[in-house]
T-cell receptor
């Protein structure tokens, strides 16, 4: 089975622009989480979606938004990009949100804001 | 809020030797999960090992084992017979076992870069 896939792999944007990152979970997984990993740091939680509903949100500004589609794929949107948004964005999927389920990570999208 | 601290930014080990990576965490919860993830240069975050807080027995996965000290809030990773392929960034992570809100999220430390010397 295919793992978590993310697109694009790399992306370069200019300050003030908008970006959309995409994630396809492992087949059968209904929960998707997004993390931001700034260079030299551990990933930080942004959002989690389950069955198309937001189940959790991290400490990120309203410029960050996400949604989940009926096929459980997900998009992360960032408006009015800042230089500080440059990071690796990781998507993780799990079958459910229950305590016992692991999160499986994708390879990430490297976003550079100039 | 929970925090995870990895005090060793970098570690190195000789091939075939043993190395221990340190992790401490802070939480007021009694039920939670702890994880070690490996992130090689390919960026893919790979789960190495997990520990349930209610289990007293330390988890092991082949050459990887943990030393879980709940009272001390310590969770170290031991890699035995180190291999060149073990070279990567290692992250310690915490997840609450309580449902609701953002409790299912992973809270990561800053990572330890492991170098394996031939």
């Amino acid at each position: 089975d295919a793992g978590v896939t993310q697109s694009p792999t790399h992306l370069i944007k200019t300050r003030g622009q908008h970006v959309t990152l995409r994630c396809s979970p492992i087949s059968g997984h209904k929960s998707v989480s997004w993390y931001q990993q700034v260079l030299g740091q551990g990933p930080q939680f942004i959002f989690q979606y389950y069955e198309k509903e937001e189940r959790g949100r991290g400490n990120f500004p309203d410029r960050f938004s996400a949604r989940q589609f009926p096929n459980y794929s997900s998009e992360l949107n960032v408006n009015a990009l800042l230089l500080g948004d440059s990071a690796l964005y990781l998507c993780a999927s799990s079958p459910r949100t229950d305590r016992s389920y692991e999160q499986y990570f994708g390879p990430g999208t490297r976003l550079t804001v100039t | 809020a929970q925090t995870v601290t990895q005090s060793q930014p970098e570690m190195s080990v000789q091939e075939a030797e043993t190395v221990t990576l340190s992790c401490t965490y802070d939480t007021s919860e009694s039920d939670y999960y702890l994880f070690w993830y490996k992130q090689p240069p390919s960026r893919q975050m790979i789960l190495v090992i997990r520990q349930e807080a209610y289990k007293q027995q330390n988890a092991t996965e082949n050459r990887f084992s943990v030393n879980f000290q709940k009272a001390a809030k310590s969770f170290s990773l031991k890699i035995s017979d180190s291999q060149l392929g073990d070279a990567a960034m290692y992250f310690c992570a915490y997840r609450s076992a309580n449902s609701g809100g953002s409790n299912y999220k992973l809270t990561f430390g800053k990572g330890t870069l492991l170098t394996v010397n031939p």
